[in-house]
């Protein structure tokens, strides 16, 4: 049988339907020439010097449509494929940007704790909170799930503008200029890739931009934003509020950052239903077993289309 390097954890469904085709080694168990595919995940992806001594590696399975913790471009140069899971987690991240940022205009986790707490009981009525419809809404990043992410935004009749490397054509306005869309929206949205050419691109420039009344939303990748930056922002009043699913360091999260009132916070938990797993789980798997069969992929990422 084929020998795959298990990097991260997989399901237990995985696993067995892997197992029938793939000896499956583990990271303190393996020899590195017999090594000819990957499995691992957009957190942990394949670290250069381990992706460098496999010379036989053919192919890297990643769980998730992240792929920035795995050199695809290193990767294609050696004939590697690279695969990710996109399309199946679409419509949940774009569930969760919805629910950070209802969550933070209607201050979900402040009012639970109000009632929780018997305040509710002993003070009365908590303070009002904002309307989140027909507010000015920036997309950064206006791929896949940055569509259905204004798709799902509908019903609360938003303006959307979006900022990409390039204009697309859709019926939004387009900012070349982050900083100057910050200015004009009053909620921004990151669900941009990760990488050397996002990261902090959400820097202290665009964070007082947005302002005090702006609230952020980041449900693409921690190195996005400057944590830093934001955490300034959120206690000198710079901004409004916040709401994360991402981090910089995760699972690590700044206990500055965990004590402020204004902010929202997820475990990275953007496509973590059952459903929505389980499909990232069988894309990752089926990536495997074709290119196992005849040398095909299903989702190639863009760097490795043409292998």
């Known amino acids: 049988m084929t020998d795959l390097l298990q990097i991260g954890g997989i399901t237990e469904w995985m696993r067995e339907r892997l197992s029938p085709v793939f000896n499956i080694h583990q990271l303190d168990d393996f020899d590195a020439e017999s090594i000819t595919h990957i499995v691992t995940n957009g957190h942990d992806g394949v670290p250069h010097d381990l992706m460098t001594s496999l010379s036989n590696l053919r192919m890297i399975s990643v769980y998730g449509v992240g792929y920035d913790a795995v ?63 027909n507010q000015k809404i920036g ?83 921690g190195s ?17 509020w916040a709401g994360l699913d991402v981090f910089e360091d995760e699972p690590r999260v700044p206990k500055a950052l965990r004590e402020l009132s204004n ?10 239903t059952i459903e929505t797993r389980s499909a990232m789980g069988d894309l990752t798997v089926d990536n495997l077993l074709q290119h196992l069969k005849d040398g095909s992929v299903i989702t190639a990422v863009p760097e490795c289309r043409d292998l």
């Open 71 to 133: 050199d695809a471009n290193a990767a294609a140069e050696r004939g590697i494929v690279v695969t990710h899971t996109p399309n199946v987690l679409n419509n949940e991240v774009a569930t969760t940007a919805v629910l950070l940022m209802l969550s933070c205009y209607r201050e979900l986790v402040r009012d639970d704790e109000y009632v929780r707490s018997g305040r509710w009981e002993v003070e009365g009525n908590a303070p009002l909170t904002r309307s989140a419809d």
């Open 139 to 221: 997309i950064l990043g206006l791929g896949r799930i940055g569509q259905a992410i204004v798709d799902k935004l509908e019903p609360w009749a938003p303006e959307i503008s979006y900022h990409t490397r390039s204009q697309k054509d859709v019926p939004y306005r387009y900012f070349d200029n982050l900083v100057e869309m910050a200015e004009h929206v009053d909620v921004l949205i990151c669900i941009t890739p990760g990488g050397p050419s996002t990261n902090k691109l959400v820097n202290a420039e665009v964070l007082r931009a947005l302002g005090a009344g702006g609230t952020l939303i980041n449900v693409s990748r």
């Open 224 to 240: 996005v934003v400057d944590e830093t930056a934001l955490i300034n922002a959120l206690q000198n009043d710079e901004l409004g």
């Open 263 to 272: 902010v929202v916070l997820l475990p990275h938990a953007g496509s973590a």
